[in-house]
């Protein structure tokens, strides 16, 4: 019967349907987890390091065997271009001037160009990039410090430094740094200095007069001796001369007196 088959069915049972529950529940589904995360002992943790494996090196490192491949820049010709203006800039001009330069409206910056145009000063706009890499090859390395920040050039085939600074007096957003004129550093205070130098014209001449003053003073001072020379031998001649015309005159005298 039932006891004897208990794998049959509750509801296969020859029993009266007064007692069958309604619903009958079957459990289902994974077992209740029983093993929960459990940290490794410190004593197996040091066993299992000392004995992981560690391959061995090689005798020869790799990058002894293949060459390292540096990258190669590829030149760009653009860039080359700017730094040939750069070089022209700085050979065909006698006076090139950098200043920082600090945001300003544009209208003022047409204004400080146009106010440069008049005195022959052009305004650069350069790249720290393109500047530096040309003057580090140049004669000019010594204006490397200047170029840190926002730069201009003002650059002018004349030396034109008496006009610049007048201009940017007014300008309180471009600050001069330096300047090379005539192939010569200059920093700030040597640029004003050479401002309050006379124009060439003027300095030539009084080297002129300068040079020539010697000379003439030279010569004055060889002839005086003998211009001095000279006049006593004049003097020493009239005498002379005055003594004779005495004696005759004398002679003349008494001559007469005895004919008398």
């Given at each position: 019967s039932l006891a004897a088959r208990p794998e049959l069915c509750l509801s296969c049972a020859p029993l009266s349907s007064a007692w069958l529950p309604a619903l009958q529940l079957v459990r289902r589904g994974s077992k209740a987890v029983t093993r929960h995360w459990k940290a490794m002992h410190f004593q197996r943790q040091k066993l299992m390091a000392v004995t992981e494996y560690v391959a061995p090196r090689p005798a020869i490192p790799p990058r002894c065997f293949t060459p390292r491949k540096e990258p190669v820049e590829k030149e760009d010709g653009y860039r080359r271009l700017l730094q040939q203006q750069v070089q022209e800039v700085f050979r065909d001009n006698r006076m090139v001037a950098v200043c920082q330069f600090n945001s300003m409206p544009d209208e003022d910056v047409v204004l400080l160009k146009h106010y440069l145009r008049k005195h022959n000063i052009q305004v650069k706009f350069v790249l720290n990039e393109i500047v530096r890499p040309v003057l580090s090859q140049s004669k000019y390395q010594n204006l490397l410090p200047l170029?840190?920040?926002?730069?201009?050039?003002?650059?002018?085939?004349?030396?034109k430094a008496k006009e610049m600074l007048r201009v940017l007096k007014g300008v309180p957003q471009v600050n001069l740094l330096g300047a090379c004129i005539d192939d010569t550093i200059l920093s700030r205070q040597g640029v004003e200095n050479f401002a309050k130098l006379p124009s060439l014209e003027a300095a030539q001449?009084?080297?002129?007069?300068?040079?020539?003053?010697?000379?003439?003073?030279t010569s004055s001072l060889l002839q005086r001796?003998?211009?001095?020379?000279?006049?006593?031998?004049?003097?020493?001649?009239r005498r002379l001369r005055e003594g004779d015309t005495g004696g005759r005159a004398g002679d003349m005298g008494g001559t007469g007196g005895d004919t008398g």
């Open positions: 170029f840190v920040a926002r730069n201009i050039l003002l650059v002018s085939p004349e030396t001449g009084q080297t002129v007069g300068a040079l020539a003053l010697l000379p003439s003073q001796g003998p211009a001095h020379l000279t006049a006593l031998l004049d003097q020493h001649l």
